[in-house]
């Protein structure tokens, strides 16, 4: 089940990802993020109707902190990928938010066997070689696009770890908290970047034409299923397992490149997909009957 859904999960991710930055290109990527979180919050809500949602203490806290993560990564983000360059900021943002929960797991009690460590190795190793984009800029990240890569890295990893804590009966309740408290972010920053820079909208009014708006809510789809998928992998089995094959979501994003874009793949990110492959093999047989 953790494998199952720990890698349903990272192609959901993958697939919101690639949907978003097709949207991204014609309005601001802040936009974007924004209207996918509330189409992503009614979502949410409208599948607690069927699953549950509980908003205990401890949900409600779990979702806070989680939205604040989100915040966080998706700002840092941001600012890394335009920073540069994309071939390193990527990867170590991706490694970073598989090795944080790992590290997190291990030191709460956690017990991996000897399969499963070897498998996160190479699942941290597949993830640097699909997300590295081989003939992009090869000149070394500047001290702020570090500092704003591992930003993200933690900010995702804290939306792991705080989904990771929430209650087994909580159904979704985490989720939309998570999405509320992030579309108040969102909305914050896109409050102080209208009134420092000026721009003519404060939400481009094109982003909901016929042709941008299917997009934003594919994307925002992807990203609730993703958390749900993650939730059920992490509520299987291990949070080290379900956060590294998660991290995995650059191979949706670059096997949907070559299917809707036809981009070519790198022979260095076919061997991270056979790499990611073999993890999950090895995560199969060292799991207990």
């Not at 102080?192 to 789809?221: C, D, H, M, N």
Request: aromatic share 10%.
């Amino acid at each position: 089940m953790t494998i199952l859904f720990g890698l349903l999960s990272a192609f959901s991710y993958g697939y919101a990802d690639f949907v978003g930055a097709l949207a991204a290109k014609k309005v601001r990527a802040i936009t974007v993020t924004t209207i996918a979180f509330i189409f992503g919050l009614v979502i949410s809500a409208g599948l607690s109707l069927f699953v549950g949602a509980n908003f205990s203490q401890a949900a409600i806290t779990s979702g806070i902190y989680a939205g604040i993560a989100s915040g966080v990564a998706i700002t840092c983000l941001y600012a890394a990928l335009a920073l540069g360059p994309i071939s390193i900021v990527s990867p170590l943002t991706a490694v970073l938010s598989a090795l944080i929960p790992v590290a997190y797991d291990l030191a709460t009690g956690a017990r991996l066997g000897s399969f499963a460590m070897v498998a996160i190795v190479l699942v941290l190793v597949a993830v640097v070689l699909v997300a590295f984009i081989p003939g992009q800029d090869f000149r070394l990240p500047s001290l702020h696009a570090v500092l704003y890569s591992l930003g993200a890295g933690v900010g995702f990893a804290g939306i792991f770890v705080f989904l990771d804590g929430a209650p087994s009966d909580s159904g979704l309740a985490t989720l939309i908290v998570m999405r509320v408290v992030g579309i108040a972010l969102m909305l914050a920053g896109l409050t102080l970047a209208f009134l420092r820079y000026r721009p003519k909208q404060f939400l481009e009014t094109s982003i909901f034409g016929r042709s941008l708006i299917w997009l934003v809510l594919l994307a925002a789809l992807g990203d609730v299923l993703g958390n749900v998928f993650f939730l059920v992998a992490t509520r299987a089995g291990e949070l080290a397992i379900a956060a590294v094959l998660t991290s995995l979501y650059p191979v949706g994003t670059i096997l949907l490149a070559r299917i809707v874009l036809k981009e070519r793949i790198a022979k260095s990110q076919s061997l991270g997909i056979v790499l990611a492959i073999g993890a999950c093999v090895l995560i199969a047989i060292g799991k207990p009957a």
